[in-house]
T-cell receptor, first 113, second 115 residues
């Protein structure tokens, strides 16, 4: 079955540590996205990539970094510079940069204490 | 710039009643519009989308939405609510003001269905 996988489902880290969230897709999609979801805030775009080896900052990129070395993978690193990292993180992909629907992974809930 | 407003963070209905979730958008160019559903601790799933053509769009699980340009609205409806419809619903708009079609999401509406 084609789809998007995110791992792990739950992640716990101590304050000051960097942490990397995994996102893999086997849909052969060009575009991939990372969102942060907080209660009552909807989805806020962190980073997106429309092609391998290229990515763009979204609305809330500060304290995050990404890479896109392979078409199927788009990992997100939450750095110690992110002031409030505890949140639900969603990865998504779409066929390309045209206005197609997005396919979402199951999400990773990150808790930093 | 594009924006989306979902009226009501929570909507409560009885099982069998009409479901109406409101979405208004702001865009200076013709928009592409989407409704997604999210069940607890899961990702989002597409319900329906409007790109061009027919303004009444039918989606999965009996939902439909109508694009009304004059009212800049894309409200989601379902004639009869089921308990399984209880979830968070997100409206999204996608335009291209000289750039890429990066969607903007509303803040979501939580649908509560009472027996």
């Amino acid at each position: 079955d084609g789809g998007i996988t995110q791992s792990p489902k739950y992640l716990f880290r101590k304050e000051g540590q960097n942490v990397t969230l995994s996102c893999e897709q086997n849909l052969n999609h060009d575009a991939m996205y990372w969102y942060r979801q907080d209660p009552g805030q909807g989805l806020r775009l962190i980073y997106y990539s429309q092609i391998v080896n290229d990515f763009q900052k979204g609305d809330i990129a500060e304290g995050y970094s990404v890479s896109r070395e392979k078409k199927e993978s788009f990992p997100l690193t939450v750095t110690s510079a992110q002031k409030n990292p505890t949140a639900f993180y969603l990865c998504a992909s779409s066929i390309d940069s045209r206005p197609n629907e997005q396919y979402f992974g199951p999400g990773t809930r990150l808790t930093v204490t | 710039a594009q924006s989306v407003t979902q009226l009501g963070s929570h909507v409560s209905v009885s099982e069998g009643a009409l479901v109406l979730l409101r979405c208004n958008y702001s865009s200076s160019v013709p928009p592409y519009l989407f409704w997604y559903v999210q069940y607890p601790n899961q990702g989002l799933q597409l319900l329906l989308k409007y790109t061009t053509g027919a303004t009444l769009v039918k989606g999965i699980n009996g939902f439909e939405a109508e694009f009304k340009k004059s009212e800049t609205s894309f409200h989601l409806t379902k004639p009869s609510a089921h308990m399984s419809d209880a979830a968070e619903y997100f409206c999204a708009v996608s335009v291209r003001p000289g750039g890429s079609y990066i969607p903007t999401f509303g803040r979501g509406t939580s649908l509560i269905v009472h027996p």
